[in-house]
């Protein structure tokens, strides 16, 4: 099982950036997709999940009505569309699939992991 992530960048603050990373190796249909992200010196933090079928998300409350998660099972892909981005949201962002049943913010439920894209905000 592979992830990998697309569309970190440089964008300014109010500005809004993509995200998507695609998933190979297995039916993405069967795991729960989460974003994460780590700014330098900084832990790892939860940013949102959604479930198998798409239809159950969850958010961090720093990210939630900024941020939205979707998936397309057909394409194996899951998105992160961002938006009104702050600088506190300049990070290495990570997407995860964990093999649980239920969406979950903690990254100890997430088996597989993608190496991570760069978001910066400039102020």
């Known amino acids: 099982v592979q992830l990998q992530a697309f569309g970190g960048g440089l964008v300014q603050t109010g500005g809004s950036l993509g995200l998507s990373c695609s998933y190979s190796g297995d039916s993405q249909r069967n795991y729960v997709m989460g974003w994460f992200r780590q700014a330098p010196g900084k832990e790892r933090e939860f940013a949102a999940a959604?479930?198998?079928?798409?239809?159950?998300?969850y958010y961090a409350d720093s990210v939630k009505g900024r941020f939205t998660i979707s998936r397309d099972n057909a394409k194996n892909t899951v998105y992160l569309q961002m938006n009104f981005l702050k600088p506190e949201d300049a990070a290495v962002y990570f997407c995860a699939a964990s093999p649980t049943r239920y969406i979950s913010w903690d990254a100890k439920y997430y088996k597989y992991w993608g190496q991570g894209t760069q978001v910066t905000v400039s102020s």
């Open positions: 959604i479930g198998w079928s798409g239809e159950s998300t």
